[in-house]
Every structure is written in structure tokens, then in C-alpha cells.
């Protein structure tokens, strides 16, 4: 199978008040454009319109954690096998932070806490680092994320046989102190129709009907006959 490589890029914003927005585009002509606004969620796929509805958890928190999530994929697929230094103290827009650099190590150290991996994410397990090579700094006070380079080659094991994948992470924390407030966007609501019965005896075509209709036939159905009745002179 012929090499298959993808890149993308997202772009997050957040203001002080919780509400955010992203930006997500790939070189295969795919994304995203997702904004929360108080307690409304618009999304608009590449192309698309956007469309609006309620906002409700936990689908908000896990689109965020999806635009944000690059850096913490990457570590959970390399942490089994990486060696983790110390990479100095930094000061960083008037706050100290703390670097850490990555090398491959010798594949000694233990997953990370609760880490599992099912479903789509299960070929993680069976990745082998074959190269690993990055650096990370973390905001000393808060604990975010300020800036995150990783690269590593692996092999995993796929469905026709061994694969072969590499990752490459970069990630920038900017414009901390003052955010811009998130603007509502311009979307249509999200229009939910509801089948009737028409439409589903059109949509069936007769193989069925409703319950509540066939009760009264199977009744008269399972009832006795009643007896005659005697004619009077």
C-alpha cells in the first residue's frame, strides 16, 4: 500500500467567559469550523453551513478536548517507550515554565495511569517506537500547555500486517492575557422533523401498522362468538 500521509492544522480560541471557537483544516480538502456560545453549539463541516442547537455535555468538552487533544495523543502513543529529561527553567511572557525533552528510551517505563486502548484507538497498543525526538513547556503556576515540538517514527501492527506511521506535533500557546471575546456566529437552526403517521405507512408499505390500531382487531378477534338470542311469539 502506497504511503498515506495527512496533515492539519487547528486553530483555537477561547475568551474569559468559557465560550470558544476552532478552525480545523486538512490537506485532503477536510474540516471543521465549530464555535460554543453560551448554551448553543454551532458546527459547520468544510463547505458546509453552519448550523446551530442546544449546547449539551458531554459533546462541547469532548470537541474541545478533540482541537486541543494533538499533543496529548502524541504522548500517550510514545510514553511507554520515551525517556523524559529536564530541559531548564524558561520565563515566558513574565511567568516561569518548564521544559521537558523527549528521547526514545529503553521501553521500561510504565503506561500511563488508566490508559486502555479499544476500539479505533486499540492499535495503539501494539505500536514500537522506532524513533522519538521533542521537547514540551509547561506553564509552572498553571500547568498549561505552552508549547509542545514531537516527532517519532513507530510500527504498529494493522489488519493485512505490520504498518509503518510517523507523527509530527507542534503546538503554541499565544495571547493569554487578553483573549477576544467570542462573537456569536451566523447559523441556522438545526431542524428536527418528526415522522408521522402518514409517512410511515408510505415508508413501509402496509408491512406494518401501528399498535395501538391493530389492538382493537386482534380483540374482536380472540372475543367469543356472543349466543343467540331467542326469538319471543
Do not use: C
Not at 485532503?28 to 463547505?47: I, K, T
Not at 530541559?87 to 486502555?116: I, K, M, N, W
Not at 467570542?182 to 405507512?201: D, F, K, N, T, Y
Request: aromatic fraction near 4%; avoid cysteine; charged fraction near 20%.
Amino acid at each position: 500500500m502506497p504511503a498515506q500521509a495527512i496533515t492539519t492544522t487547528t486553530d483555537v480560541w477561547v475568551d474569559r467567559a468559557g465560550n470558544y471557537r476552532f478552525h480545523e483544516e486538512n490537506d485532503h480538502d477536510g474540516g471543521r469550523d465549530v464555535v460554543l456560545y453560551g448554551r448553543e453549539l454551532s458546527v459547520a463541516l468544510r463547505y458546509g453551513k453552519m448550523i446551530r442547537r442546544v449546547a449539551e455535555e458531554p459533546e462541547p468538552s469532548r470537541l474541545l478536548a478533540e482541537a486541543l487533544g494533538g499533543p496529548a495523543a502524541a504522548v500517550e502513543l510514545v510514553a511507554a517507550q520515551a525517556r523524559v529529561a529536564g530541559g531548564g527553567a524558561e520565563t515566558v511572557g513574565g511567568s516561569q515554565a518548564t521544559a521537558s525533552v523527549f528521547s526514545l528510551g529503553d521501553g521500561a517505563a510504565a503506561p500511563l495511569p488508566g490508559q486502555t486502548f479499544a476500539g479505533l484507538r486499540a492499535w495503539r497498543g501494539t505500536a514500537s517506537i522506532e524513533s522519538l525526538s521533542g521537547r514540551m513547556l509547561v506553564d509552572d503556576a498553571s500547568g498549561a500547555l505552552l508549547k509542545a515540538d514531537l516527532s517519532a517514527t513507530f510500527k504498529a501492527a494493522g489488519p493485512e500486517g505490520p504498518e509503518q506511521g510517523a507523527l509530527d506535533i507542534h503546538t503554541v500557546l499565544s495571547d493569554v492575557a487578553n483573549p477576544p471575546p467570542i462573537q456569536s456566529p451566523v447559523a441556522q437552526e438545526l431542524v428536527l422533523r418528526q415522522r408521522i403517521v402518514p409517512e410511515m405507512h408510505e415508508l413501509l408499505h402496509g408491512i406494518a401498522e401501528p399498535r395501538a390500531a391493530a389492538e382493537p382487531h386482534r380483540r374482536a378477534a380472540a372475543a367469543p362468538p356472543s349466543p343467540p338470542r331467542e326469538a319471543r311469539p
